[in-house]
């Protein structure tokens, strides 16, 4: 229904769109006499558009007409979510980044996990700090005491003292430098796991939201800012801090006067840095962003490739392409303007702090209030700061990077929720298991309704098929099932109990499926054969292939049941997908079976055959099949029919077929000839 319109009815009725206090949404009034309540009645109204109504309200003269079947005005709108229920329904599979310190948060404890190593590398590093400072001291005294005190056969064994200092050293730097590294690529393999595991538990409306590129970058690109910051960023951090303030102790006790000169530049450098941390942090986070569009937009060309190319969309992919990539350069070059702007001023400012020493270093030295070696050891030690002080404005730089990437990795991990699972959940009876689908309504994130109020049950042992028109709702209904979603409103119960009683893995045992476009895994057949049960008896294995129609077939591949099947089983036809995917199926040996659509790309000799052997291999199981073509709906009990998301029809699909109802409608010729 759309707001406000008046659709006409095929007798000229006009009908008015009234909303309603008792139910939300638009209900249609005719403006003849009478009430009718609760009675589904599908009416020819508007030529386009489609819905059916369960409320009337009529009011004025005559009688509305009999039940009419045909298209009615789109429902869509019928019962739009309030505006605080669609924004949680959005928020919760696309929750924003996290801020600066619940980042913080969720990556310490990972830092922590490696305390070990962590342990090792600050060990290494305040070691390092330590000889860092001694040399410079050796220096001085090999200064004073050999070269300007003039004791000659003090100078050798100095020399080797600061050569062993300095080997010693090296050995510290590299086995702080190894375990530091070790702590980023855990670190980042830990986080790239939690979001992996993630992925496999998150609802499929995830997957409606967020493209694959974006998905693939957030676990793989976006957080390698991550095992730099953690790997190399954080001890480096903690040692420059120390060497600062050692180096200020030493100074400190040789001559307090001087050092404070030499700490001029201190204040400017700590204004400085906090201006660029400020300045870095949202820029980096917009290039980490936009890096995933980018992704994003080149992994759509790859997957869509064949369309690309058949529609010669190239220029436009390009476009596209070049656009983000354009995008990216855009907020890269900012990032680096910022960059230039203040990196070289930490790195200029510490010579102010040499030139004062030189400057009143100098005099004092001159006045001999300061040995030659003392001088030199401020100079050595105020040059050795110059890195660690610059390191910092890069840690900075690294860390803001850093925590921009892992905000949108923890926001992910924090705010989508996985599909609710009861604790402690119910068991499933043994035996047979019914379907019951007590009037279901669904729709997909804030879209309209896509069931609305759909009641069906299905016996153990009985095959029903759904059908209606391409859009109807099919593989919607037929994907609550299995918990690809959940209804919004209504139930599906499975042996009596709610689906969302169970747990996930025990629904998801007791129900096998068969998508409408299956997906094959990159792996030898048999092992795609036996993915829901590894332990199937090969006997079992063969006779479902025979009767999914893959022994048909099986002969022609190179290695026949060991033949790999290609990324997403690309060296397999659509048709031979189909007949694996329904192999896989039987041989899970679930109670039930949900087969949609799963002959739509066979041939109608294989149809015929698989139509034919399909029924003794299902037998006693709950069987719900969709399908297109009355072949493939013949091999049902039943049939249901589903139009905008309603059950409109059903019955044996013979006797359907003699009524000229909705089913025949939509099977058309096909009944014709059948
Ligand atoms: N992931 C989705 N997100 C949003 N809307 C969807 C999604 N999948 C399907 N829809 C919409 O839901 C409606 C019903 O789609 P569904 O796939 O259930 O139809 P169907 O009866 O299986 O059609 P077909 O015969 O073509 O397979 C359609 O209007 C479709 O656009
Ligand atoms: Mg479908």
Same mark, same amino acid.
């Given at each position: 229904?759309?707001?406000?319109?008046?659709?006409?009815?095929?007798?000229?009725?006009?009908?008015?769109?009234?909303?309603?206090?008792?139910?939300?949404?638009?209900?249609?009034?005719?403006?003849?006499?009478?009430?009718?309540?609760?009675?589904?009645?599908?009416?020819?109204?508007?030529?386009?558009?489609?819905?059916?109504?369960?409320?009337?309200?009529?009011?004025?003269?005559?009688?509305?007409?009999?039940?009419?079947?045909?298209?009615?005005?789109?429902?869509?709108?019928?019962?739009?979510?309030?505006?605080?229920?669609?924004?949680?329904?959005?928020?919760?599979?696309?929750?924003?980044?996290?801020?600066?310190?619940?980042?913080?948060?969720?990556?310490?404890?990972?830092?922590?996990?490696?305390?070990?190593?962590?342990?090792?590398?600050?060990?290494?590093?305040?070691?390092?700090?330590?000889?860092?400072?001694?040399?410079?001291?050796?220096?001085?005294?090999?200064?004073?005491?050999?070269?300007?005190?003039?004791?000659?056969?003090?100078?050798?064994?100095?020399?080797?003292?600061?050569?062993?200092?300095?080997?010693?050293?090296?050995?510290?730097?590299?086995?702080?430098?190894?375990?530091?590294?070790?702590?980023?690529?855990?670190?980042?393999?830990?986080?790239?796991?939690?979001?992996?595991?993630?992925?496999?538990?998150?609802?499929?409306?995830?997957?409606?939201?967020?493209?694959?590129?974006?998905?693939?970058?957030?676990?793989?690109?976006?957080?390698?800012?991550?095992?730099?910051?953690?790997?190399?960023?954080?001890?480096?951090?903690?040692?420059?801090?120390?060497?600062?303030?050692?180096?200020?102790?030493?100074?400190?006790?040789?001559?307090?006067?001087?050092?404070?000169?030499?700490?001029?530049?201190?204040?400017?450098?700590?204004?400085?840095?906090?201006?660029?941390?400020?300045?870095?942090?949202?820029?980096?986070?917009?290039?980490?962003?936009?890096?995933?569009?980018?992704?994003?937009?080149?992994?759509?060309?790859?997957?869509?490739?064949?369309?690309?190319?058949?529609?010669?969309?190239?220029?436009?992919?390009?476009?596209?392409?070049?656009?983000?990539?354009?995008?990216?350069?855009?907020?890269?070059?900012?990032?680096?303007?910022?960059?230039?702007?203040?990196?070289?001023?930490?790195?200029?400012?510490?010579?102010?702090?040499?030139?004062?020493?030189?400057?009143?270093?100098?005099?004092?030295?001159?006045?001999?209030?300061?040995?030659?070696?003392?001088?030199?050891?401020?100079?050595?030690?105020?040059?050795?700061?110059?890195?660690?002080?610059?390191?910092?404005?890069?840690?900075?730089?690294?860390?803001?990077?850093?925590?921009?990437?892992?905000?949108?990795?923890?926001?992910? $991990? &924090?705010?989508? #929720?996985?599909?609710?699972?009861? !604790?402690?959940?119910?068991? =499933? +009876? *043994? %035996?047979?298991?019914?379907?019951?689908?007590?009037?279901?309504?669904?729709?997909?994130?804030?879209?309209?309704?896509?069931?609305?109020?759909?009641?069906?049950?299905?016996?153990?042992?009985?095959?029903?098929?759904?059908?209606?028109?391409?859009?109807?709702?099919?593989?919607?209904?037929?994907?609550?099932?299995?918990?690809?979603?959940?209804?919004?409103?209504?139930?599906?119960?499975?042996?009596?109990?709610?689906?969302?009683?169970?747990?996930?893995?025990?629904?998801?045992?007791?129900?096998?499926?068969?998508?409408?476009?299956?997906?094959?895994?990159?792996?030898?057949?048999?092992?795609?054969?036996?993915?829901?049960?590894?332990?199937?008896?090969?006997?079992?294995? $063969? &006779?479902?292939? #025979?009767?999914?129609?893959?022994? !048909?077939?099986?002969?022609? =591949? +190179? *290695? %026949?049941?060991?033949?790999?099947?290609?990324?997403?089983?690309?060296?397999?036809?659509?048709?031979?997908?189909?007949?694996?995917?329904?192999?896989?199926?039987?041989?899970?040996?679930?109670?039930?079976?949900?087969?949609?659509?799963?002959?739509?790309?066979?041939?109608?000799?294989?149809?015929?055959?698989?139509?034919?052997?399909?029924?003794?291999?299902?037998?006693?199981?709950?069987?719900?099949?969709?399908?297109?073509?009355?072949?493939?709906?013949?091999?049902?009990?039943?049939?249901?029919?589903?139009?905008?998301?309603?059950?409109?029809?059903?019955?044996?699909?013979?006797?359907?077929?003699?009524?000229?109802?909705?089913?025949?409608?939509?099977?058309?010729?096909?009944?014709?000839?059948?």
């Amino acid at each position: 229904m759309v707001d406000g319109s008046v659709p006409v009815a095929p007798d000229g009725l006009r009908l008015k769109a009234e909303p309603t206090t008792a139910q939300p949404g638009l209900w249609l009034s005719p403006e003849p006499v009478g009430r009718v309540l609760r009675r589904e009645i599908v009416g020819r109204t508007a030529p386009t558009a489609r819905a059916s109504l369960d409320y009337l309200d009529v009011s004025g003269p005559g009688q509305w007409p009999a039940p009419l079947r045909g298209p009615v005005p789109s429902s869509n709108a019928s019962r739009r979510p309030a505006r605080a229920e669609r924004e949680h329904q959005v928020n919760h599979v696309d929750p924003d980044d996290l801020a600066l310190w619940p980042t913080m948060r969720h990556l310490f404890p990972l830092w922590w996990e490696q305390r070990r190593l962590a342990a090792l590398g600050l060990s290494c590093a305040l070691a390092f700090t330590g000889l860092s400072l001694a040399i410079p001291i050796l220096i001085q005294r090999t200064i004073d005491d050999a070269i300007d005190g003039g004791d000659r056969s003090l100078l050798a064994p100095y020399l080797v003292a600061i050569t062993v200092v300095a080997a010693i050293r090296f050995g510290i730097n590299f086995t702080r430098r190894f375990a530091t590294a070790r702590i980023g690529i855990r670190v980042e393999a830990r986080l790239r796991s939690k979001l992996y595991d993630a992925y496999l538990r998150y609802p499929r409306a995830f997957y409606d939201r967020h493209a694959t590129g974006e998905v693939i970058s957030r676990a793989t690109n976006d957080i390698y800012p991550v095992r730099y910051f953690i790997g190399w960023g954080v001890v480096q951090a903690i040692q420059s801090l120390m060497m600062l303030i050692g180096a200020g102790i030493v100074l400190v006790l040789v001559n307090p006067k001087l050092a404070l000169t030499a700490a001029v530049s201190t204040p400017p450098i700590a204004i400085l840095t906090y201006f660029f941390a400020h300045r870095v942090f949202p820029i980096s986070r917009d290039v980490q962003r936009k890096k995933g569009n980018l992704t994003e937009a080149s992994d759509e060309a790859v997957v869509g490739i064949e369309m690309v190319q058949a529609f010669g969309r190239e220029d436009d992919v390009r476009d596209r392409f070049g656009n983000r990539a354009e995008s990216v350069r855009h907020e890269t070059m900012r990032q680096a303007s910022v960059e230039a702007r203040f990196l070289p001023g930490l790195v200029f400012l510490p010579t102010l702090g040499i030139a004062a020493v030189l400057l009143f270093g100098g005099r004092e030295a001159i006045a001999g209030n300061l040995t030659i070696g003392e001088f030199t050891l401020f100079v050595t030690l105020l040059l050795q700061l110059v890195w660690p002080l610059e390191a910092l404005g890069w840690i900075i730089n690294l860390g803001q990077r850093a925590t921009a990437a892992a905000s949108r990795s923890f926001a992910w $991990l &924090d705010g989508i #929720e996985s599909l609710p699972e009861r !604790e402690p959940a119910l068991t =499933l +009876p *043994d %035996g047979p298991l019914p379907v019951r689908i007590e009037d279901v309504h669904f729709r997909y994130g804030t879209g309209g309704e896509v069931l609305r109020g759909v009641d069906l049950e299905v016996e153990p042992g009985e095959i029903v098929a759904v059908c209606g028109p391409t859009g109807s709702g099919k593989t919607s209904l037929l994907h609550l099932l299995s918990r690809f979603y959940d209804p919004t409103e209504g139930h599906v119960r499975l042996g009596g109990l709610d689906v969302r009683d169970v747990s996930l893995a025990e629904l998801r045992r007791a129900v096998a499926i068969v998508t409408q476009k299956p997906v094959l895994f990159s792996v030898p057949l048999r092992e795609n054969l036996l993915a829901a049960r590894p332990d199937a008896d090969w006997s079992e294995v $063969l &006779d479902a292939c #025979e009767a999914a129609g893959v022994a !048909e077939f099986v002969g022609d =591949l +190179p *290695d %026949g049941y060991d033949t790999l099947i290609g990324e997403r089983g690309v060296n397999l036809s659509g048709g031979q997908r189909q007949r694996v995917a329904l192999a896989r199926a039987l041989i899970a040996g679930s109670r039930v079976l949900v087969l949609d659509d799963p002959m739509s790309a066979v041939d109608t000799e294989t149809e015929r055959h698989l139509v034919e052997h399909l029924r003794p291999a299902v037998a006693g199981r709950t069987v719900l099949i969709s399908g297109q073509r009355l072949s493939t709906v013949l091999v049902a009990d039943r049939a249901v029919v589903l139009q905008d998301g309603l059950v409109v029809e059903q019955g044996l699909p013979e006797e359907l077929i003699r009524s000229g109802g909705p089913f025949a409608e939509l099977f058309g010729e096909e009944a014709l000839v059948a």
